[in-house]
């Protein structure tokens, strides 16, 4: 859909990167960057990511 490949960290962030460049960037479930090079996540493919993390039981990043 984007391009770029949305994963779960196993710490509840959203790692996202881009395969043409092979940038990475880290963010929260509602798109706010975190770190990395990528400054920019599509809101709702990093909330549907992001949110799998709390249906696991895993505990939400601190804010």
Known sequence: MTGQVYRLTEDGL???T???T???GIFDFQAR???GELR???LQ???WVGRLARRR???PPAE
């Open 45 to 47: 493919m990093a909330g």
């Open 14 to 16: 959203v790692e996202v």
């Open 33 to 35: 960057w975190q770190s």
């Open 22 to 24: 092979g940038a990475q």
């Open 57 to 59: 039981g895993a505990r």
């Open 18 to 20: 881009d395969p043409r």
């Open 40 to 42: 920019h996540a599509d």
